[in-house]
């Protein structure tokens, strides 16, 4: 099952293999959804773990053997620059791409500087920033040449968007939730502002990157249909892309 991560009533495709699950709102229920808040839940958080508290849902309340999570907006797709929910792929097409593959994610964006100082300019201060790597130095010591080596670099999976087979899904709940609820102890967002506290869903974005990174896995990355953009913001983006990969290219032979 592929579930469909939404805050709000929306409007949203029919597709075979697909259920939405609704998050960070307990007053109403939206029309044959499922809820964050029921079962083994982490819904309280979702202000600072955004989509990551469906996730945990999944992870801890569903049994299917492919698990998988999209947003209201954004679906893996046929094609880049498409808005169409036509373009959206269907649950078997997606399966059928994992044959021989770990997992498929979203197409990595790239940013002008390194990933480190892209999750500071998002909502990360170097405090906090120190504060993930000693939690990762001492939960996963093991993961911290490919923490460094995805942080030095420009590119980045996002969206917390995947789709894998349940014990691969389960094995990376199991190892990203620990990490979040250590960092969590450690940070005070009380004045923060609203974007800034959602820290923890930024961090959980980042970490899937290094997650597949130090596992070696075999990745698909493909393109988001994002069904709220027009086509001029298609063009942005793509061109944005173009010139951080530049910019960064330019930055790196300088130095």
């Known amino acids: 099952?592929?579930?469909?991560?939404?805050?709000?009533?929306?409007?949203?495709?029919?597709?075979?293999?697909?259920?939405?699950?609704?998050?960070?709102?307990?007053?109403?229920?939206?029309?044959?959804?499922?809820?964050?808040?029921?079962?083994?839940?982490?819904?309280?958080?979702?202000?600072?773990?955004?989509?990551?508290?469906?996730?945990?849902?999944?992870?801890?309340?569903?049994?299917?053997?492919?698990?998988?999570?999209?947003?209201?907006?954004?679906?893996?797709?046929?094609?880049?620059?498409?808005?169409?929910?036509?373009?959206?792929?269907?649950?078997?097409?997606?399966?059928?791409?994992?044959?021989?593959?770990?997992?498929?994610?979203?197409?990595?964006?790239?940013?002008?500087?390194?990933?480190?100082?892209?999750?500071?300019?998002?909502?990360?201060?170097?405090?906090?920033?120190?504060?993930?790597e000693t939690v990762i130095e001492t939960l996963s010591p093991e993961y911290m040449d490919a923490f460094r080596t995805f942080f030095a670099g420009n590119r980045a999976a996002q969206y917390n968007m995947l789709i894998c087979r349940k014990a691969l899904f389960d094995d990376y709940c199991a190892w990203l939730f620990p990490i979040l609820f250590s960092l969590e102890d450690k940070v005070d967002l009380s004045g923060a502002s609203a974007y800034q506290k959602r820290l923890f869903g930024f961090v959980g974005e980042r970490l899937m990157n290094v997650w597949t990174l130090h596992n070696r896995l075999s990745v698909g990355y493909l393109p988001v249909v994002s069904t709220e953009y027009t086509r001029k913001d298609h063009l942005t983006y793509l061109r944005r892309d173009i010139t951080n990969g530049l910019r960064f290219r330019l930055q790196k032979k300088g130095s």
């Not at 940013?111 to 892209?118: C, F, K, L, S, T």
Request: proline share 5%.
């Open 1 to 132: 099952m592929i579930y469909i991560v939404t805050h709000k009533r929306v409007d949203l495709p029919k597709l075979k293999g697909y259920r939405a699950i609704q998050v960070g709102s307990a007053e109403e229920d939206f029309p044959g959804c499922l809820r964050d808040d029921t079962g083994d839940n982490i819904a309280d958080r979702n202000a600072s773990y955004c989509e990551l508290t469906a996730m945990y849902w999944i992870w801890k309340n569903t049994d299917d053997p492919f698990k998988g999570l999209a947003h209201y907006r954004r679906y893996f797709g046929r094609r880049p620059l498409s808005s169409r929910v036509s373009d959206i792929l269907g649950y078997d097409a997606l399966i059928g791409m994992l044959e021989g593959r770990d997992l498929l994610v979203a197409k990595p964006a790239v940013y002008h500087v390194d990933a480190r100082e892209q999750l500071l300019m998002d909502c990360c201060t170097p405090e906090t920033f120190s504060k993930l």
